[in-house]
């Protein structure tokens, strides 16, 4: 069984940066598509970047510019680097396989908290 783990949240200012971390418990990365989601209060989880094994990058609309992700396969963690903070850009983030058809088990999440 498959075991995600993130972390890294924590609570910023407007502007502020946080650098997440997933990491699993075998070596899946390095053979699918990982991607990092978010879900606010009272919101469906929403997938916010992605990165192919291939390293190709895809985010959404608002978080292009912001964040990126990237991925060190020797040490089965992806990263999302959170920079120029929003509040709303608070959220629980989690990491998962967005092409598989059945999802690996979700994490925890790791909470960010931005304050205006």
């Known amino acids: 069984q498959v075991q995600l783990v993130e972390s890294g949240g924590g609570l910023v200012q407007f502007g502020g940066s946080l650098r997440l971390s997933c990491s699993a418990s075998r070596d899946i990365f390095s053979i699918y598509t990982v991607g990092w989601y978010r879900q606010a209060p009272g919101k469906q989880r929403e997938l916010v970047a992605s990165?192919?094994?291939?390293?190709?990058?895809v985010y959404a609309e608002s978080v292009e510019g912001r964040f990126t992700i990237s991925r060190d396969d020797a040490k089965n963690t992806v990263y999302l680097q959170l920079n120029g903070l929003k509040p709303e850009d608070t959220a629980v983030y989690f990491c998962?396989?967005?092409?598989?058809?059945?999802?690996?088990?979700w994490g925890q999440g790791t909470q960010v908290t931005v304050s205006s």
């Open positions: 990165i192919s094994t291939r390293g190709h990058t």
């Open positions: 998962n396989a967005p092409e598989r058809v059945e999802p690996w088990p």
